[in-house]
Every structure is written in structure tokens, then in C-alpha cells.
């Protein structure tokens, strides 16, 4: 049925489309737009705002060997490991990856989105959030020009390191956490050391899944990428991801309606490139020849083509013939009363569409927002309060009747929405800079906390904790 509809997307397109080419928007972090809410229109990734992925068990058995560009889950997996077989019932959290350090091994051999200008110091710092990294190992740390309260050199780590990202996976584990998806940024592959660097993380990820019975998907982000060769640029590196890194024949890659799992963020942006016309030519691909379940990381507007969506109306044909589509939420309101307005005026009409058309339905929940480091804003510009402002997103989400969810984000502390392990209070984080700790809001909290509330999330998604607007858990 998706197969016949791609083809009659394409088919429309060709007949209505008025072939906009929306500029792409610069490479590089940063670069929000305006409109939309508190934050403005979110990116999910380099090139735009806000970044933009139960039970316990051991690692998954080794992969079968893919069939074409799909390829086929490998057999094994031990009990206790999340279930790879749908992403219905999991809350699956975004997994940037995009940090390196000099010295860590990796070809650019640079400071990536920790600082600017390859500098480690206070003025160039672009984080606005110090991860906790109390149980990484010397040789999981890189020295930063930043000196903690008492003295000690701060140090950081590196998405390059196999140990650190499978450690993420054990975090994972013991919070409930089903997965992640992985975000891969298009702008970099046509440059070497990127390409290496972005398939290591893949291969590091690809581990911590395997070794901790949690799930993985990869999601491109087309954020300044290249208009011109995007279509190409996207069949190429899947083919890439397939065929030479294995990725959908781990065991442990996340699929859904018997395909894997795929997402391209940033179709129909207005600050985004791509026609209709490209658009429908790759979901068309992916969905007849690579043989995936293709998400759509969407505008939040994708419905009215309004606001953060481009406006020719061959793309909300475009939009429906995702099998998933996620609307950006991140910036979109700042407080419970704006979560709950977003619910009723956006989350409960959008899933009424999806029904509708037939395509399911992933909106997204982020705990805060702030990026004064990044870009100047306001530091801890919308607040956490604790937990309660993700909490109350996930109650409407469950409450109007999704029954998956994306997080927003695992490790984005760039623009503070990191769920990860978090430097709990200002004696954790290096002096003289400007950072949101997670005491911030006046609440005493664990640096695993919000781990902690993204496993209890999940549990409520599938039923396995009462539907309620409070915390069930307490730090």
C-alpha cells in the first residue's frame, strides 16, 4: 500500500510541484531561524537550533548478512535485550555523537562542537551543559585550558572513543532506556576525516547496542548540505552504511513494519534544501529499492505548510508518504501551559492525520533549552523545573494517544537538551564559565536523573507505569 502511495506522491509532485529551492542553510553549528514558539525553528543537528534515538539484559548475538540495501536483522540477541522488531511502545532518544577531542585519535584531530575555533578555553566554549564524566577512565579523558573549583585540569571526552559511547550503553541499560538513533549530518561525508570519524561513532554505536541489548537506527541530517547532490549524496552513504559498515545486519538495529528503520531530518524546512521533487524521488528509493521504513523528521508546521515548513503544496503529499513522521517540537513553547496548548493544537490533530493517511506517528519530548554559549541566548532559557517540564510532554503525548516517542536529545548538551549524565552543581563544572547545572531550577538532583526519567517514560509509554502527570520515581 506505502509503495503504490510513494508512486502516487511522485506522480503529484510532478503535476503541482513549483520546484522551490530553499536555500540550504550554512554548515557548521548554529544558525536558527526565526518563528515558532520560544526557540525559534529547531535544527536537529550541525547547521541549525536544538540538535535536530527496558528491561536489563546482555549483548545480541551476532548479525545475518544483509539483503540488499535493506539487509536483514542478524539472529540472536540475549533475554533481557530490548525487543528490535517495531518502534511502537519505545521512547527512542536522539544520539549526536558529534564530539571529538584533539588528541583523541580521530582524523581531525580537533575540538568539534566543544568549543570554537579549536580552543578550550572559557571564550571559546559552545556547550551550555558539562557532562558527568567522574566514571570515565584517563584514557577516556582529553585536557581541556578549563580548571575545575579545585584546581584539576577538566577534561572531556570523545564520541571517537569505543569505550565512552559503549558506557553510554551501559547507562542505557540500567535506566530502561530502549535505543537510540543515531544522527548523521550530510554536510560532512564528502569530507575524509569527517566520514571517518562520523562511521567510527556509527561502529561505536553499533557496539554499545550489541553489548548492552539496546536498539540503534541511523538518522541523516540534511542541515547544509549540498542541494545540488543531496538525492546522490543520501543513496550513496546508505549503500555505505549497508554494505561496508554492516549496520542493518547487527542484531541490534532498530526496525519497524519489517523493514529497518531509516530517518532523514529536514525535509520541507524552509531553511533547508531539497525540492518536492527530490524528496518524493527519496522516499521513493528508500522505501521500493533500499527496502526501509522511512521516518520523516518534519517541520512542526508540516500540516499547514506554515511557519517552519516551505509552502508548495506538493509537499504535504510529500509528508504523508513517510511510513513515520516526527514533527520538531524543540522551542516551540516553554512552559506546561504551552505543552499542554501544543498537545491539543498540534499533537492530538496531527495523530488524527496520521490515522487518517495510514502513516504512524513520533512526536518528539526535550527536557530544557539553552544556548548561551552557542549563540548568546540567555542562559537555562527554558527551564527543566526538575524534570517536570519533560515529564508533562510525555503525559500529553501518551495521554492523546502516541504510541512512540523521540527524545530530544541523549548527549545535545550544545543547546541543553542532554538526557545523558549531567555535572549535577556548580562545584562539578569548571570555573569561570557559564553553564546550567541541573540544581539550576533549585532542585538537588543525581547526574543520572534525567536517565532515570527517560526509562520511566518509556514504561508509561507502553503501559507498564499508570498514565499520570506527576514523576512516579524520585531522585
Same mark, same amino acid.
Given at each position: 500500500?506505502?509503495?503504490?502511495?510513494?508512486?502516487?506522491?511522485?506522480?503529484?509532485?510532478?503535476?503541482?510541484?513549483?520546484?522551490?529551492?530553499?536555500?540550504?542553510?550554512?554548515?557548521?553549528?548554529?544558525?536558527?531561524?526565526?518563528?515558532?514558539?520560544?526557540?525559534?525553528?529547531?535544527?536537529?543537528?550541525?547547521?541549525?537550533?536544538?540538535?535536530?534515538?527496558?528491561?536489563?539484559?546482555?549483548? !545480541?548475538?551476532?548479525?545475518?548478512?544483509? $539483503?540488499?540495501?535493506?539487509?536483514?536483522?542478524?539472529?540472536?540477541?540475549?533475554?533481557?535485550?530490548?525487543?528490535?522488531?517495531?518502534?511502537?511502545?519505545?521512547?527512542?532518544?536522539?544520539?549526536?555523537?558529534?564530539?571529538?577531542?584533539?588528541?583523541?585519535?580521530?582524523?581531525?584531530?580537533?575540538?568539534?562542537?566543544?568549543?570554537?575555533?579549536?580552543?578550550?578555553?572559557?571564550?571559546?566554549?559552545?556547550?551550555?551543559?558539562?557532562?558527568?564524566?567522574?566514571?570515565?577512565?584517563?584514557?577516556?579523558?582529553?585536557?581541556?585550558?578549563?580548571?575545575?573549583?579545585?584546581?584539576?585540569?577538566?577534561?572531556?571526552?570523545?564520541?571517537?572513543?569505543?569505550?565512552?559511547?559503549?558506557?553510554?550503553?551501559?547507562?542505557?541499560?540500567?535506566?530502561?532506556?530502549?535505543?537510540?538513533?543515531?544522527?548523521?549530518?550530510?554536510?560532512?561525508?564528502?569530507?575524509?576525516?569527517?566520514? !571517518?570519524?562520523?562511521?567510527?561513532?556509527?561502529?561505536?554505536?553499533? $557496539?554499545?547496542?550489541?553489548?548492552?541489548?539496546?536498539?540503534?537506527?541511523?538518522?541523516?541530517?540534511?542541515?547544509?548540505?549540498?542541494?545540488?547532490?543531496?538525492?546522490?549524496?543520501?543513496?550513496?552513504?546508505? !549503500?555505505?552504511?549497508?554494505?561496508?559498515?554492516?549496520?542493518?545486519?547487527?542484531?541490534?538495529?532498530?526496525?519497524?513494519?519489517?523493514?529497518?528503520?531509516?530517518?532523514?531530518?529536514?525535509?520541507?524546512?524552509?531553511?533547508?534544501?531539497?525540492?518536492?521533487?527530490?524528496?518524493?524521488?527519496?522516499?521513493?528509493?528508500?522505501?521500493?529499492?533500499?527496502?526501509?521504513?522511512?521516518?520523516?523528521?518534519?517541520?512542526?508546521?508540516?500540516?499547514?505548510?506554515?511557519?517552519?515548513?516551505?509552502?508548495?503544496?506538493?509537499?504535504?503529499?510529500?509528508?504523508?508518504?513517510?511510513?513515520?513522521?516526527?514533527?520538531?517540537?524543540?522551542?516551540?513553547?516553554?512552559?506546561?501551559?504551552?505543552?499542554?496548548?501544543?498537545?491539543?493544537?498540534?499533537?492530538?490533530?496531527?495523530?488524527?492525520?496520521?490515522?487518517?493517511?495510514?502513516?504512524?506517528?513520533?512526536?518528539?519530548?526535550?527536557?530544557?533549552?539553552?544556548?548561551?554559549?552557542?549563540?548568546?541566548?540567555?542562559?537555562?532559557?527554558?527551564?527543566?523545573?526538575?524534570?517536570?517540564?519533560?515529564?508533562?510532554?510525555?503525559?500529553?503525548?501518551?495521554?492523546?494517544?502516541?504510541?512512540?516517542?523521540?527524545?530530544?536529545?541523549?548527549?545535545?548538551?550544545?543547546?541543553?537538551?542532554?538526557?545523558?549524565?549531567?555535572?549535577?552543581?556548580?562545584?562539578?563544572?569548571? $570555573?569561570?564559565?557559564?553553564?546550567?547545572?541541573?540544581?539550576?531550577?533549585?532542585?538537588?538532583?543525581?547526574?543520572?536523573?534525567?536517565?532515570?526519567?527517560?526509562?520511566?517514560?518509556?514504561?508509561?509509554?507502553?503501559?507498564?507505569?499508570?498514565?499520570?502527570?506527576?514523576?512516579?520515581?524520585?531522585?
Amino acid at each position: 500500500m506505502r509503495v503504490a502511495l510513494t508512486l502516487a506522491v511522485m506522480a503529484l509532485v510532478s503535476a503541482c510541484s513549483s520546484e522551490e529551492s530553499g536555500a540550504p542553510g550554512a554548515a557548521g553549528t548554529g544558525g536558527a531561524t526565526s518563528g515558532g514558539g520560544a526557540g525559534g525553528t529547531a535544527g536537529n543537528g550541525t547547521g541549525g537550533f536544538a540538535g535536530s534515538s527496558g528491561g536489563t539484559g546482555g549483548g !545480541a548475538g551476532s548479525g545475518g548478512g544483509a $539483503a540488499g540495501l535493506g539487509g536483514t536483522a542478524g539472529s540472536g540477541g540475549t533475554a533481557g535485550a530490548v525487543d528490535v522488531s517495531t518502534a511502537t511502545g519505545k521512547l527512542l532518544f536522539g544520539y549526536q555523537g558529534w564530539f571529538a577531542c584533539e588528541g583523541d585519535g580521530a582524523p581531525p584531530n580537533r575540538w568539534v562542537h566543544w568549543f570554537s575555533q579549536n580552543t578550550p578555553d572559557a571564550q571559546h566554549l559552545t556547550v551550555d551543559m558539562w557532562p558527568d564524566v567522574s566514571e570515565l577512565s584517563a584514557s577516556e579523558l582529553f585536557p581541556t585550558s578549563l580548571t575545575l573549583p579545585g584546581g584539576k585540569v577538566a577534561a572531556l571526552y570523545s564520541a571517537y572513543t569505543n569505550a565512552t559511547v559503549v558506557r553510554h550503553f551501559a547507562w542505557m541499560e540500567d535506566a530502561g532506556i530502549d535505543g537510540v538513533m543515531l544522527q548523521r549530518f550530510v554536510s560532512e561525508l564528502k569530507d575524509p576525516a569527517f566520514l !571517518a570519524l562520523r562511521d567510527k561513532v556509527a561502529q561505536n554505536v553499533m $557496539a554499545g547496542a550489541e553489548a548492552h541489548g539496546r536498539t540503534f537506527a541511523i538518522m541523516y541530517d540534511i542541515s547544509g548540505a549540498n542541494a545540488a547532490t543531496l538525492v546522490d549524496d543520501l543513496k550513496q552513504d546508505w !549503500a555505505h552504511l549497508v554494505n561496508d559498515l554492516g549496520v542493518t545486519s547487527s542484531a541490534r538495529y532498530q526496525r519497524h513494519d519489517n523493514r529497518p528503520l531509516l530517518a532523514i531530518w529536514g525535509l520541507g524546512f524552509s531553511d533547508r534544501p531539497g525540492t518536492p521533487a527530490e524528496a518524493a524521488a527519496l522516499v521513493s528509493y528508500f522505501q521500493n529499492t533500499a527496502q526501509v521504513t522511512l521516518m520523516g523528521g518534519v517541520p512542526t508546521h508540516w500540516r499547514t505548510l506554515s511557519d517552519d515548513s516551505k509552502t508548495d503544496p506538493a509537499w504535504l503529499f510529500v509528508y504523508r508518504s513517510f511510513d513515520i513522521v516526527s514533527p520538531w517540537s524543540v522551542g516551540r513553547y516553554a512552559d506546561d501551559a504551552g505543552a499542554d496548548n501544543f498537545a491539543i493544537g498540534q499533537i492530538a490533530v496531527d495523530l488524527a492525520d496520521a490515522q487518517t493517511h495510514g502513516f504512524d506517528y513520533m512526536p518528539v519530548v526535550w527536557p530544557g533549552f539553552s544556548w548561551k554559549n552557542l549563540n548568546g541566548g540567555p542562559l537555562n532559557q527554558i527551564p527543566r523545573k526538575g524534570g517536570t517540564f519533560w515529564w508533562r510532554q510525555v503525559f500529553n503525548a501518551v495521554s492523546k494517544g502516541s504510541t512512540m516517542l523521540y527524545g530530544a536529545m541523549f548527549d545535545e548538551v550544545d543547546e541543553g537538551t542532554a538526557m545523558f549524565k549531567i555535572a549535577p552543581t556548580s562545584a562539578t563544572v569548571p $570555573a569561570g564559565a557559564s553553564f546550567v547545572t541541573l540544581d539550576a531550577d533549585g532542585q538537588s538532583l543525581p547526574s543520572d536523573w534525567y536517565l532515570r526519567l527517560g526509562g520511566a517514560g518509556a514504561k508509561m509509554l507502553r503501559g507498564e507505569l499508570p498514565l499520570s502527570p506527576t514523576i512516579p520515581i524520585s531522585p
